[in-house]
């Protein structure tokens, strides 16, 4: 690994399979993997050199998603399941800089990112990590920080970005995706993304080679996605390629790809039938 935290205990951190969160954070330009979550990434790309991409184009769209969620719809708490390793522009300090007092919860069920977000957050009184399993949503409601942070009077955003593909339908995906916003005020938003595939035979292959190397993964179609979502209120322009989804020419720009993965940067702009689809859904 090439940048160990502090407080990591190895011995907590599965070593002998790829990690989502470790594999996704090398495609943003980050540190903290190991030669096993590159390997998946280079054994995925042989057949979906888009994921680069992908990648990348989902974590701008969450900076934008969570600006939207501050200064136009007033969100003041956030619930961020899945939320990976810390990299630039977390979701905490994209809604800090236009609300101070924006409290987050992030989730994640790979202890590393515990390890690396407390680092983060030491000095920051309205945000915490807890590693949990968003499968398992009563965990997450119980947990102690979220009874601590979250008030269920007050509207809310809860976010599963890049997070949907990680629910096969054997989960229940719909259960899990509206335990909290089904319990959240009027004004309370989900936001979420996933990877799609147009045709479904290649998002069934994907599905396949993914699930076999260790993560829970279905690839979907973007109808399958919206299927989940009914009854809630789309924001403009609705569930979209998220490179769609409000494009602001001037947000920050990602850490640089690793260069290793510099040749598949571009490839979504020839390749359109693979992407990330999502958005912002209100409870009216
Ligand atoms: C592709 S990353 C997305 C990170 C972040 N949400 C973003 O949009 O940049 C998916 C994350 O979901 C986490 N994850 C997968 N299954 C999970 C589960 N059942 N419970 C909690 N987190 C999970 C992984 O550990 C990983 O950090």
């Known amino acids: 690994m090439a940048n160990d935290g502090d407080d990591?205990?190895?011995a907590a951190l599965p070593t002998a399979v790829p990690t989502s969160a470790r594999a996704y954070g090398w495609m943003l330009g980050g540190k903290d993997?190991?030669?096993?979550?590159?390997q998946f990434i280079r054994n995925t790309l042989q057949g979906f050199p888009e994921c680069v991409d992908i990648a990348r184009q989902n974590r701008e769209f969450l900076y934008r998603a969570v600006k939207y969620l501050v200064?136009?719809?007033?969100i003041r708490?956030?619930?961020?399941?899945?939320?990976?390793l810390p990299t630039d522009n977390n979701v905490h300090q994209v809604a800090q800089r236009f609300a101070p007092d924006v409290t987050v919860v992030y989730v994640d069920i790979d202890p590393i990112v515990l390890a690396h977000g407390r680092a983060l957050l030491a000095d920051n009184a309205t945000t915490t990590v807890i590693t949990a399993d968003m499968r398992d949503q009563a965990s997450v409601l119980d947990h102690p920080d979220v009874k601590r942070l979250i008030n269920f009077d007050e509207p809310l955003a809860v976010l599963f970005l890049s997070v949907v593909h990680h629910l096969p339908d054997a989960?229940?995906?719909?259960?899990i995706l509206r335990t909290i916003i089904d319990r959240a005020v009027s004004g309370s938003h989900l936001g979420l993304s996933q990877v799609v595939a147009d045709d479904p035979r290649r998002g069934a292959v994907m599905?396949?080679?993914i699930t076999a190397a260790g993560i829970p993964w279905q690839t979907r179609t973007p109808?399958?996605?919206g299927a989940l979502c009914d009854g809630l209120e789309p924001v403009a322009p609705g569930l979209v390629n998220v490179l769609d989804w409000n494009p602001d020419a001037t947000q920050p720009p990602l850490a640089p790809v690793p260069a290793e993965l510099t040749p598949y940067v571009g490839i979504t702009a020839r390749n359109k039938d693979l992407y990330e689809y999502g958005g912002l859904l209100r409870k009216p």
């Not at 993997?33 to 590159?38: C, L, M, Q, S």
């Open 8 to 10: 990591i205990d190895p």
């Open 33 to 38: 993997n190991y030669e096993i979550d590159r």
């Open 71 to 74: 200064q136009d719809a007033g």
């Open 77 to 84: 708490q956030f619930i961020d399941m899945g939320c990976g």
């Open 171 to 175: 989960e229940n995906p719909r259960r």
């Open 207 to 209: 599905s396949a080679q």
């Open 223 to 225: 109808a399958e996605l």
